[in-house]
Structures are given as C-alpha cells and as structure tokens.
C-alpha cells in the first residue's frame, strides 16, 4: 500500500488521516492484508468433505424451539404516561441544538 491507495481508503472511509500518522497507517494496514493472505492461503487446498453440514449435527437437529410469543406485557402506555409530551405513541424531546 503506498500513500496513493491510503489517500483514496481514506476517502471510500470517510477518515481523516493526519499526515504524520500515514506511515504508520500503511504498515497498520499492510500487517492486516497479510494475516488475511495468510488465513486465505491457509483456506486453499482446505478439504471439507468431511465437515458435517448443520443439519447432520444432532445437536441441531433435536434442538427444541420455543414459541414466537410475546411473554412481557405492554407497558408502553403507562411508560408513556411519564412524558410530558408524547406524539403518535413517542416521546417529544425539545430541540436543543436551536431553532432551525
């Protein structure tokens, strides 16, 4: 990576690099790309044949799901009676950043 494709990184990112952290950025991101290569290289030639898929796997299979139910109560009502404004079922909170 040269200063080049860290200048357009940052800028896909939205990052504001300071140009007397640059150096270290690249060799920060030079160190990430070659532990990626490493596990990429590693993967290569990875025979997974036999690696059961998730539903071979007991555990899953005999797993009991619980019903899609709602188990609280709705307390947005009486939460909501708490504010001093309330709009549509929210909270009304006063602009603090001035008028606009």
Request: aromatic share 4%; proline share 7%; hydrophobic share 40%.
């Amino acid at each position: 990576m040269d200063h080049h494709q860290l200048e357009k990184l940052a800028e896909l990112s939205h990052l504001d690099i300071p140009v007397d952290n640059r150096d270290a950025v690249i060799a920060d991101v030079q160190a990430v790309l070659g532990m990626v290569s490493m596990v990429q290289e590693g993967a290569e030639g990875w025979d997974d044949s036999n690696v059961p898929s998730s539903d071979d796997v007991p555990i899953v299979a005999s797993t009991p799901l619980r019903p899609d139910v709602v188990t609280v109560p709705d307390l947005s009502q009486e939460i909501l009676s708490n504010a001093a404004v309330t709009e549509s079922g929210y909270f009304v909170v006063p602009n603090t950043q001035g008028a606009k």
